[in-house]
C-alpha cells in the first residue's frame, strides 16, 4: 500500500457503500507531507516531471480532467480569464502569494465540495438531513450493521474477529471520536469534515501518524525500516526493472538524508511524524514556487498574463478547465 493510499483504507465507507470518500492523495518523492495535499498524481517520477500534479493543484483535482474536452486556443482563452480572478490587486501581474492563495482557495473548495457531498450521501429518505450525524447512522449506511447486530455476531461467532470490517469499524470510530469536539457521540458537518479530513485540524491530525504506522509498519516493531520505507513508496507494480532500481536509490537517499536523523537506520514516531505531517512544508507555497521557476520567463518575481498563457501547457495542459465555483458561472467564458 503507498503512503498515499492509507486514508482510503480507513474511511473504509468509500469502498464497502454506495459512499464515495475523499482520501489523502499520493504525494511527490521526497518528504511526503499530507497536510494540504494537492493532487493523487507524482509530481516527479526520477526525474521526470509531470505537469498532470500542477493541473490538479492549479485547478483542483476534480476538474482538472474537464480541461482534455477544449482545444490550445480555447484552454488559452479561459486560462486567461482564471488570471484576472488570481490577479486579486488587479494590477495585470501575479505575484507568489496571489498564486499561493489562489490554490489554497481551489483545494479549500475541494475539501468544502467533498464534504458537502458525503454529508448529503449520509441522509436517505429516511433519515432527513439535520445538523448532526449519529454513529449508529452513519455505521449503518457504511457497513450495512449496527453495534448489537456486531455484538451479536460476535458472541455467536468467534470467527468475527476476522471480519474484513472489523479494522476498519475500528479505525473509523478513533477517526469520529477524535473530529467529535463537544464529545456528544455525533458529528456535526464541521466536525465531520475533520473525521474526513483529519489533516485539516490540529486536533486531529494525529490520527494521520496513527494510521500511517498501522500501514507502513508491518512487523509492528514502532519503527518503520528503509526496506518498509521502500515498500511503501516505490512498490513493485507497473515498474520496471531499470526505473525500480532509480527509484529505489532515489528513495533510499530521501531516507537517509532527510528523515532518518539520528542515522539508526529507521524511523521512530518522531521521524515518521515529519514524513508523514512535516511542521515545515508548506504544499501550496512549494507549488507556488514550482510554478514561477518554469513560468517567470523574465525572472522579475512577477508573472504577466502573456508568460502564463505562454507556459499554458504548465497550467492546464494543452487543453483547459472551468473551475466550478472557482470561476463562478460557465457563461463567464
Same mark, same amino acid.
Given at each position: +500500500?503507498?503512503?498515499?493510499?492509507?486514508?482510503?483504507?480507513?474511511?473504509? $465507507? %468509500?469502498?464497502?457503500?454506495?459512499?464515495?470518500?475523499?482520501?489523502?492523495?499520493?504525494?511527490?518523492?521526497? !518528504?511526503?507531507p %499530507?497536510?494540504?495535499?494537492?493532487?493523487?498524481?507524482?509530481h516527479? =517520477?526520477?526525474?521526470?516531471?509531470?505537469?498532470?500534479?500542477? /493541473?490538479?493543484?492549479?485547478?483542483?483535482?476534480?476538474?482538472?480532467?474537464?480541461?482534455?474536452?477544449?482545444?490550445?486556443?480555447?484552454?488559452?482563452?479561459?486560462?486567461?480569464i482564471?488570471?484576472?480572478?488570481?490577479?486579486?490587486?488587479?494590477?495585470?501581474? #501575479?505575484?507568489?502569494?496571489? &498564486?499561493?492563495?489562489?490554490?489554497?482557495?481551489?483545494?479549500?473548495?475541494? %475539501?468544502?465540495?467533498?464534504?458537502?457531498?458525503?454529508?448529503?450521501? /449520509?441522509?436517505?429518505? =429516511?433519515?432527513?438531513?439535520s445538523?448532526? #450525524?449519529?454513529?449508529?447512522?452513519?455505521?449503518?449506511?457504511?457497513?450495512?450493521?449496527?453495534?448489537?447486530? +456486531?455484538?451479536?455476531?460476535?458472541?455467536?461467532?468467534?470467527?468475527?474477529?476476522?471480519?474484513?470490517?472489523?479494522?476498519? @469499524?475500528?479505525?473509523?470510530?478513533?477517526?469520529?471520536?477524535?473530529?467529535?469536539?463537544?464529545?456528544?457521540? /455525533?458529528?456535526?458537518?464541521?466536525?465531520?469534515?475533520?473525521? *474526513?479530513?483529519?489533516?485539516?485540524?490540529?486536533?486531529?491530525?494525529?490520527? *494521520? #501518524?496513527?494510521?500511517?504506522?498501522?500501514? %507502513?509498519?508491518?512487523?509492528?516493531?514502532?519503527?518503520?525500516? &528503509?526496506?518498509?520505507?521502500?515498500?511503501?513508496?516505490?512498490?513493485?507494480?507497473?515498474?520496471?526493472?531499470?526505473?525500480?532500481?532509480?527509484?529505489?536509490?532515489?528513495?533510499?537517499?530521501d531516507?537517509?538524508?532527510?528523515?532518518?536523523?539520528?542515522?539508526?537506520?529507521?524511523?521512530?514516531?518522531?521521524?515518521?511524524?515529519?514524513?508523514? @505531517? !512535516?511542521?515545515?512544508?508548506?504544499?501550496?507555497?512549494?507549488?507556488?514556487?514550482?510554478?514561477?521557476?518554469?513560468?517567470?520567463?523574465?525572472?522579475?518575481?512577477?508573472?504577466?498574463?502573456?508568460?502564463? @498563457?505562454?507556459?499554458?501547457?504548465?497550467? *492546464? $495542459?494543452s487543453?483547459?478547465?472551468?473551475?466550478?465555483?472557482? &470561476?463562478?458561472?460557465?457563461?463567464?467564458?
Amino acid at each position: +500500500m503507498k503512503f498515499g493510499e492509507i486514508f482510503s483504507f480507513v474511511t473504509a $465507507g %468509500v469502498f464497502i457503500s454506495a459512499v464515495t470518500s475523499s482520501v489523502i492523495p499520493k504525494p511527490a518523492p521526497g !518528504p511526503r507531507p %499530507v497536510d494540504k495535499p494537492l493532487s493523487d498524481e507524482s509530481h516527479f =517520477e526520477g526525474e521526470s516531471h509531470n505537469v498532470e500534479y500542477d /493541473h490538479d493543484a492549479f485547478l483542483g483535482k476534480d476538474e482538472a480532467n474537464s480541461f482534455d474536452q477544449l482545444t490550445p486556443e480555447e484552454s488559452a482563452r479561459r486560462l486567461g480569464i482564471i488570471f484576472d480572478k488570481i490577479d486579486a490587486d488587479k494590477d495585470g501581474l #501575479l505575484s507568489e502569494a496571489e &498564486l499561493q492563495q489562489w490554490i489554497r482557495y481551489v483545494q479549500k473548495k475541494f %475539501v468544502e465540495t467533498e464534504t458537502d457531498r458525503q454529508w448529503s450521501e /449520509h441522509f436517505t429518505n =429516511e433519515h432527513h438531513e439535520s445538523s448532526e #450525524l449519529r454513529w449508529s447512522n452513519y455505521l449503518k449506511r457504511t457497513y450495512g450493521t449496527t453495534e448489537e447486530e +456486531m455484538e451479536s455476531e460476535n458472541r455467536n461467532n468467534p470467527e468475527f474477529v476476522e471480519n474484513e470490517n472489523k479494522v476498519p @469499524i475500528a479505525r473509523d470510530r478513533r477517526r469520529w471520536d477524535l473530529a467529535d469536539v463537544d464529545k456528544n457521540g /455525533h458529528l456535526t458537518k464541521e466536525e465531520f469534515t475533520f473525521f *474526513v479530513h483529519p489533516e485539516e485540524a490540529e486536533h486531529t491530525k494525529p490520527v *494521520v #501518524l496513527e494510521e500511517a504506522l498501522e500501514d %507502513v509498519d508491518k512487523d509492528r516493531d514502532g519503527f518503520i525500516s &528503509l526496506q518498509e520505507y521502500i515498500d511503501d513508496t516505490v512498490g513493485d507494480e507497473g515498474v520496471d526493472a531499470e526505473n525500480y532500481t532509480a527509484l529505489v536509490a532515489e528513495e533510499e537517499k530521501d531516507f537517509h538524508e532527510h528523515l532518518d536523523r539520528d542515522g539508526d537506520g529507521r524511523l521512530n514516531r518522531a521521524e515518521a511524524s515529519e514524513w508523514v @505531517i !512535516p511542521t515545515d512544508y508548506d504544499h501550496s507555497l512549494e507549488e507556488s514556487r514550482h510554478l514561477f521557476s518554469e513560468a517567470d520567463l523574465d525572472r522579475n518575481g512577477l508573472l504577466s498574463k502573456s508568460e502564463v @498563457i505562454q507556459k499554458h501547457d504548465l497550467f *492546464v $495542459g494543452s487543453q483547459a478547465t472551468d473551475y466550478g465555483e472557482a &470561476l463562478s458561472r460557465h457563461d463567464e467564458f
